[in-house]
């Protein structure tokens, strides 16, 4: 079975960070997201992927190219003009089998395909949801359903206070191929707002079933930082670069802490990185690859890309620091978003 992965979106709620990058190549724990759903999805037996790109479709095709470096095949579907999550799966007919997984590509997940697979192949449905409950379902696909599981409404995006349910779509679907003779081509179009509605309204059986383990949409920014403290928490277990260097504290090779310098857990430091004289990291940091923290430095409960630097005395709380960008000694920064463009690119 292939998985397409939806990563075309222009990510505007989390910008600046998206600003010049797709959202499922933001990092998480150091490591583009859509690298860690590309292994698990390997882990998992689906070693031949589709990837419907449209916003700087490049970060991606040149990070993973064809995909052999991580042991799976990958091919790319592209889009004059965005599609919609339904009309980028229309788009990539030509790829896909007669049985497929579609997956929001932007959702930090650890999701067992296979239970759904078999909900699947148990109701005889033509799609499957993947569901999870949340508190607040107003920001996510709602869906109502009858005892048997099935389907019998969907709603994207209900206003607050009018969600039929609180179980939301994960945004994982398996599909049977004859939904794709539901998808009209050439236009954009919505999966939440006009494909699932109308198979449901035409009679199809549209199942849903329940999405196990960890599960977060990256959406936001807030959501962004707090996939991150789950993850130093150890709710959300992903394979990650480096070793422990005590509980809570992992760093990568070559990084050098200064006498003096204070890790304080839990923590995540990556790989070359510089730790000054009496600089203080964590609790709750993630410090990306190649990164400089000057003397006196601080920064908590705050995520840095690759090769940032917060120099001399600087201090960052809340703060979610692009990659390449420099904050200046003795800069205080709270909660701020930041990102840069990398001088190579055009402005
Ligand atoms: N190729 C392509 N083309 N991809 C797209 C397009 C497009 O035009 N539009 C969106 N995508 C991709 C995004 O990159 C993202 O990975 C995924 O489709 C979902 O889009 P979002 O914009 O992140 O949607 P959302 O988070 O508001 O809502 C969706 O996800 C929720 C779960 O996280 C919906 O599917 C909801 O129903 C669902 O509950
Ligand atoms: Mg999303």
Redesign the pocket.
Known sequence: MKALL????F?TRMRPLTERL???MAPVGNRPWLEHLIAGLKEQGIREIVI????YPERIIDYFGDGRKLGVDIRYTH?PV????A??VKNAEALLGSRFVVI????VHRADIRALVETHERSGAMVTIGLVEVADPS???VVEQSADGRIVRFV??PPRGEAPSNR????IYIMERDVLQAIPAGR?VS??RETFPSLIAAGHRVQGADVSGYWM?M?TSDRYRRIHWDLLDGKLELELPGRELGRGIRIGEDTEIAQGAMLVPPVLVGSRVTIGERAVVGPYAVIGDDCVIGRGARVTHSILWDRCTAAEAAQLNRCIVGSGLKIDPRHLLHEAVVNVIPEAETI
């Open positions: 939806l990563a075309g979106g990510g797709p959202k499922p419907a790109v449209k916003h889009e965005p599609l919609g999550t009309g980028a929001n590509a932007d959702i920001q996510f696909g994207e995006k939301i779509n994960a945004g954009e999966i939440e949409d959406g």
